[in-house]
């Protein structure tokens, strides 16, 4: 099955009510997750994009609620429920991405931001934030998808193992994002939403 990706710009803040409504459409251990984070301005991006994932689950399978989320040891995110569902979940300021699959997948979107000389060249050899941004998208991705440790994505970029495929994907201006797949049917189309047709 191709990786299928949904997106959404996030042009403003969230109100009182469409946070609120987002919280109620989480399961328990997710809310509980987000309202850790004291600072509710920092909710949007990841109300978001449990929002999307829920779409997305709707979508493909017909799913009314988002199943129990379980992590692996490493971290990674999966439907305890549904083991032959993967999905991964990526945001930033200002946009979220979401990929549904049938393999493993790894997602991520980075607005592009100013980024030092110095941090440039020591974690990427390159000399334009976009260029930077797209290194971390490839390697953050990949990280993701296989569920490897953080410290394997900070070792720099190492080619691709054979099977693994890795996608940079057209979403929005001023962001660069990118799937990590082991599937040989790529990537579907990729649905583009704003907050207005997300709450």
């Known amino acids: 099955m191709a ?18 409504a987002l919280l109620e459409m ?31 689950l709707w979508e493909k399978y017909r799913w009314k609620d988002l199943p129990e989320i ?5 971290g990674k995110p999966g439907f ?16 979220v991405l979401v990929g549904l699959s049938n393999e ?5 979107i980075e607005k592009i931001r100013p980024v030092s000389q110095r941090a440039m060249k020591r974690l990427a050899d390159v000399a334009s934030e976009k260029a930077f941004f797209q290194s971390w998208v490839r390697r953050e991705a990949r990280f993701k998808r296989s569920g490897a440790g953080v410290s394997t994505m900070m070792e720099g970029e190492t080619p691709l193992q054979y099977g693994e495929y890795f996608y940079y994907v057209d979403t929005f201006q001023g962001y660069v994002a990118g799937v990590a797949t082991r599937s040989a049917d790529g990537l579907g189309k990729i649905q583009k939403f704003s907050l207005e047709q997300m709450v």
Do not use: M
Request: hydrophobic fraction near 40%; charge should be positive; charged fraction near 25%.
């Open 3 to 20: 990786v299928e990706l949904w997106a959404a710009l996030l042009d403003r803040p969230l109100s009182q009510r469409e946070n609120d």
């Open 104 to 108: 493993p997948v790894g997602v991520d």
């Open 26 to 56: 989480l399961p328990p251990e997710r809310r509980e997750r987000i309202l850790r984070v004291h600072d509710a301005a920092k909710w949007r991006e990841p109300l978001c994009a449990y929002a999307i994932l829920r779409r997305a």
């Open 70 to 74: 379980s992590l692996t040891a490493q």
């Open 80 to 95: 305890l429920s549904f083991p032959t569902v993967h999905f991964n979940l990526s945001h930033t300021p200002g946009a």
